[in-house]
């Protein structure tokens, strides 16, 4: 079993930057995409940015040019710096990794990180 462990949410002002972090623990895995969702209040997880074992990434259009997504392979770790924050940012930041075991591939989730954005 791998376990993601989040850190790097907090309260900002609006304009501000955060820089979220997330890192997989675990023994005899090999991590596959890794990817950030977030979950405002009354609203479904969204999806918010991917990055394959390779670097390709994938951002959603509402942080397009604001976040960026990378990973450290070597660290088994994602990041994601935040910039130029909104009110409408605010919600749990939520880590996902896909990984694989023994040829079957399985997924994970982080527990989550509040990111809250004041106005």
């Not at 090999?30 to 977030?38: A, E, P, V």
């Not at 479904?44 to 390709?56: D, N």
């Amino acid at each position: 079993q791998v376990q993601l462990v989040e850190s790097g949410g907090g309260l900002v002002q609006a304009g501000g930057s955060l820089r979220l972090s997330c890192a997989a623990s675990g023994s005899g895995f090999s991590l596959n995409d890794m990817g950030w969702y977030r979950q405002a209040p009354g609203k479904q997880r969204e999806l918010v940015a991917t990055i394959t074992r390779g670097g390709t990434t994938n951002y959603s259009d509402s942080v397009k040019g604001r976040f960026t997504i990378s990973r450290d392979n070597a660290k088994n770790t994602v990041y994601m710096q935040m910039n130029s924050l909104k009110p409408e940012d605010t919600a749990v930041y939520y880590c996902n990794a896909r990984w694989v075991l023994m040829t079957v591939e399985y997924e994970s989730w982080g527990q989550g990180t509040q990111v809250t954005i004041s106005s």
